[in-house]
């Protein structure tokens, strides 16, 4: 319960995009935040958060370019990346916080990762 399958990433060029995609195995709509961060040599930073009621933050190196949000029905959070630069190159990985479901209750964990590399 609560698994992170992320997808979508590849290599494009400078000026690209691409689109991530993070399925959950279970109920979305019960994850107050949803994230997505970046490592870079062994480094990994947030670059999107997104809450339950919609509202979103955004690193300063992509806000303008990325749009994350989430589809409940689909228990999938995506993120949308445009204008991609070489600096946006890492390892992609999704991680959502704790939640509870009845009495039971998931520890926050991250997903496998996906590659994003763009060339100049």
């Known amino acids: 319960q609560g698994e992170l399958m992320e997808s979508g990433g590849g290599s494009v060029q400078a000026g690209g995009s691409l689109r991530l995609s993070c399925e959950v195995s279970?109920?979305?709509?019960?994850?107050?935040?949803m994230e997505w961060h970046r490592q870079v040599r062994g480094e990994r930073k947030l670059v999107a958060r997104i809450?339950?009621?919609?509202?979103?933050l955004y690193s300063d190196s992509v806000r303008g370019r990325f749009t994350i949000s989430r589809d409940n029905a689909q228990n999938t959070v995506f993120l949308q990346m445009m204008n991609l630069k070489s600096e946006d190159t890492g390892v992609y990985y999704c991680?959502?916080?704790?939640?509870?479901?009845?009495?039971?209750?998931?520890?926050?964990?991250w997903g496998q990762g996906t590659q994003v590399t763009v060339s100049a």
């Open positions: 809450f339950s009621d919609g509202r979103t």
């Open positions: 279970g109920r979305l709509a019960k994850i107050k935040i």
């Open positions: 991680w959502r916080d704790t939640y509870c479901s009845g009495s039971v209750c998931h520890a926050g964990t």
